[in-house]
């Protein structure tokens, strides 16, 4: 309840930031995208991380007002790199259930996009599986006007949940993100469900994008099954967004 309630004052007091994590393609070297992640600097606690208190937004509501802070934070950001002659990355948002359950989510991304000035090309939302098992009509109809406006959408944690496959073709689903569980797993078993993954999305012509790479052996491995486009510690953890402009803009 405590923390609840100090979550209700964390957006006004402005203890929310948000870090980024490099997506980098490894055949080149290049950064291609960001993820936005959230944290909560704590008057008193410090930093909480976001598995602690995201379940507490989503079970409050309050996800809906802090994933559109998110949102806007994240693309004006973005629109900020660009403008200053930067490569034209990427930035990838997670978005919660409950968000979309709201029926003004479509509204919300296109005033967001219009405020800011960030071409929807650019914007990449995170799903997950749990989406997908939903599967009402309001998902569905969001999903496809978010895609018609030109935003990607990619599922996250790919693998972990309790969905079927069917969706990937019926639904506009660009990337698949393997989980860092699988990729983690790749170097003690012989890597069957990471390498499931890969074939099944070039199959579809999906992007695919491993998490969790923390070792170059990682990378070389995921290189050599053609999936080049990866994200982790071994590249770089989540990092202030002055952060990836010296490492990676300069
Ligand atoms: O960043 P890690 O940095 O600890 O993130 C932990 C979890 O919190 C991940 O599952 C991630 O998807 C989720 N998360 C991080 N930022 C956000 C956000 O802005 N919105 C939502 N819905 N989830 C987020
Ligand atoms: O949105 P998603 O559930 O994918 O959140 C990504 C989570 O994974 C965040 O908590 C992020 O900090 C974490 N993460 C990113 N790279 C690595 C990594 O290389 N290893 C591990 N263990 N976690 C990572
Ligand atoms: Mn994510
Ligand atoms: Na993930």
Redesign the pocket.
Known sequence: IRLENDLYKALENEELTIVYQPQIEYQTKTIRGVE???RWNHPTKGMI???TF?PIAEETGL?VP??EW?LREACKQLKEWHQNGYPLITMA????VQ?FEQSQLFTMVEHVLEETGLSPEYLHL?ITENLIVKNTERTVTTMKQLNDLGIKLAI??FGTGYSSLSYLKKLPISTLKIDKSYVQDMLRDNAAITKTIITLAHNLGLEVIAEGVETKELADYLSELNCQMMQGYFFSK?VQSSDIMIKYFQ
């Open positions: 936005a992640l959230l991380s976001p598995d995201i996800i802090i994933g998110v948002v997670n978005l919660s968000q995170e996250d944690d989540p």
